[in-house]
């Protein structure tokens, strides 16, 4: 297994994995900032995953071009990468056990570089202690369709992890062009934890009659002065992710508030997904 050490004038260089929508978004930042990254596909948690020579990684199943433009960013190999990587930066919405592969994969090769891991789901402690990236793990709470717009991010280092890495971890964000707001190690962060569980209640009301989505939405902006409506806002984000982010939420608490309406399960069999998808709870024209 080739180690790899960071020079001291080392710039930032990405590893970047995780959910196609989070990654292709976070990759047109990274590459408006002139931050050179590689795209790493996520691998299957049935994989057999060991750093050793032994190990196989399914080349023929990876289709580079569900990144789009980026799609001369994707290795298969993270130990066949030409350069050392500063950050990995992994933008899943699984759970732990589903991103356990690639996290392994991706640090043991590269065992001096800061971990950023989206913690909508989960902890940071959680996922550091499962991939074994406790010291320098750091959750991130960025979504799709928000992270290209907003201004803000909100980070949370797990509670074993050391100070370097969580430095690293805010110059990376700096340099992206945000601020970085240091929360707890909760899953969701602060944001998203309030905003899909407004999306959850207004999803009640809409699905018991109360209003319209529409008025609904109307009531959330001229009533509180909402940027936007929650029914909206979750088209925006995704419905799917809404769900997983209120699934885990349920799962970590265990109380009802975060049960999923049963309106936005149903919708995402429907394949009503949100606004990509050209439907969710308002239709949208193809662009």
């Avoid at 795209?39 to 750093?51: A, C, G, K, N, S």
């Avoid at 996290?103 to 991939?131: D, I, Q, W, Y």
Wanted: aromatic share 6%; proline share 5%.
């Amino acid at each position: 297994m080739a180690i790899y050490n960071l020079s001291t004038d080392a710039r930032f260089h990405v590893l970047l994995t995780g959910d196609d929508d989070f990654v292709v978004e976070f990759a047109g930042i990274l590459l408006a900032k002139g931050i050179p990254f590689d795209i790493l596909p996520p691998l299957d948690d049935e994989d057999d995953v060991r750093v050793d020579d032994e190990l196989s990684i399914p080349i023929d199943d990876i289709d580079p071009t569900v990144y789009g433009q980026f799609a001369d960013h994707v290795i298969a190999d993270p130990r066949e990468a030409e350069t050392t990587y500063s950050h990995i930066v992994d933008l899943s919405v699984e759970t732990p056990e589903v991103r356990r592969n690639t996290l392994v994969l991706a640090a043991s090769v590269h065992p001096r570089a800061t971990v950023l891991a989206s913690t909508l789901t989960s902890t940071a402690t959680e996922l550091g202690m499962m991939t074994g990236v406790e010291q320098r793990i750091v959750g991130l709470g960025l979504v799709p369709g928000i992270m290209s717009s907003t201004t803000l991010a909100e980070y949370a280092p797990g509670l074993n992890t050391r100070p370097e890495h969580i430095e690293r971890s805010v110059e990376l964000l700096h340099d992206l062009g945000f601020e970085a707001d240091r929360v707890e190690d909760r899953v969701a962060l602060v944001q998203m934890r309030v905003l899909v569980t407004l999306i959850n209640e207004a999803a009640f009301a809409l699905m018991e009659g109360v209003a319209s989505a529409e008025d609904i939405d109307n009531a959330m902006k001229l009533g509180v002065n909402y940027p936007k409506g929650l029914l909206a806002w979750a088209d925006e984000i995704g419905i799917p992710i809404v769900t997983l982010i209120l699934d885990g939420l349920h799962r970590e608490y265990g109380q009802e508030r975060y049960r999923p309406c049963v309106l936005l399960k149903q919708y995402m069999r429907a394949g009503w997904n949100g606004k990509s998808a050209g439907r969710g709870f308002y239709t949208y024209s193809p662009s």
